[in-house]
């Protein structure tokens, strides 16, 4: 396992989850929390993780944070903070209300990452921004993008050197809930569903 370290883990952890009224990642499925499942996928894989947050509800979950350098711009001060706080040059970036991505499509992203500087799943013809593999490369991009009112980042991640992996429903790694994210309390619902569908 040592050839798969040497990576830091990226958790965003950012949003203001007004839709769910409180903080996703500490909302709890089968007594454990949300982001912990998150922590689970990027463990194997991490000599470092980071949670992206501006709160200091997750400190007591014993990991680094970090705070937006830049207010206001959405997820994409998360990403570009945090690349900066990484002491790794190859990142993995999940958000934190993604409970079902896996191991094995993480393994896929990273096969790509020799020749490109970004890995994004595509599904459906839609890009998964918040879900990928990243070079620290890709910091002066974004930083001139932010600074030229781009803060949308499939924008500023197409101009980088982009690998898009077409997810396929034959892959190893592929199942329908793949991409699931929790932003409302019938999405916390349907979660709670699927974790127990998988777990039987």
Do not use: W
């Amino acid at each position: 396992m040592s050839q798969t370290k040497q990576k830091t883990g990226i958790i965003l952890c950012g949003g203001k989850s007004s839709r769910m009224g409180k903080n996703k990642a500490l909302l709890k499925i089968n007594n454990k929390y949300v982001i912990s499942y998150v922590i689970d996928i990027l463990q194997p894989f991490c000599d470092e993780i980071i949670l992206s947050t501006n709160t200091s509800d997750l400190d007591f979950l014993g990991y680094k944070t970090v705070k937006d350098k830049f207010e206001n711009i959405g997820p994409i001060a998360g990403i570009l903070s945090s690349l900066l706080e990484s002491k790794n040059n190859k990142n993995i970036i999940l958000s934190c209300d993604t409970p079902f991505i896996n191991g094995l499509l993480i393994n896929e992203l990273f096969s790509y990452l020799h020749t490109h500087d970004i890995v994004l799943p595509e599904l459906n013809g839609y890009l998964q921004p918040m879900t990928g593999v990243f070079k620290k490369d890709i910091i002066p991009t974004i930083s001139t993008e932010i600074q030229n009112g781009n803060n949308i980042p499939p924008r500023i991640f197409e101009k980088c050197n982009l690998k898009k992996l077409k997810v396929e429903s034959l892959a190893r790694y592929y199942h329908e809930h793949l991409f699931f994210n929790i932003n409302s309390p019938a999405d916390f619902e349907k979660a709670k569903e699927i974790m127990n569908k998988i777990k039987e």
